[in-house]
């Protein structure tokens, strides 16, 4: 059983920052972590996501150049630092886990966080 605890979410005006941490219980190098996202009335959203072992990440169109997601292994922790944001990136962000391959749906993965709040005011 792999644990996910999500923390760093808060509210900011448009144009700021926030960095979140996922702590993940047993950090692997084989399997992906990533972000997800999920909006008030919308469909849960994959946003990045980074292979602990090798560092690759991925990203979503909608937030590539915005977001950059990272690990430290040593911590067992993975970030998404999150730069000029939108109000359409408010959401409960989650982490997830998996113990196959990278991508950015959420079928791919076994075990989520609880998530954080983000709220971005214009």
């Known amino acids: 059983q792999v644990r996910l605890v999500e923390s760093g979410g808060g509210s900011v005006q448009a144009g700021g920052s926030l960095r979140l941490s996922c702590e993940v219980s047993?950090?692997?190098?084989?399997?992906?972590v990533a972000w997800f996202r999920q909006g008030p009335g919308k469909e849960r959203e994959g946003v990045a996501s980074i292979n602990p072992g090798t560092g690759t990440p991925a990203y979503a169109a909608s937030v590539k150049a915005r977001f950059t997601i990272s690990r430290d292994n040593s911590k067992n922790t993975v970030y998404l630092q999150m730069n000029s944001l939108k109000p359409e990136d408010t959401a409960m962000y989650y982490c997830a886990n998996n113990q196959a391959s990278c991508g950015l749906s959420a079928s791919w993965y076994t075990y989520w966080g609880q998530g954080t709040q983000v709220t971005v005011s214009s």
């Open positions: 047993v950090l692997t190098y084989r399997g992906c």
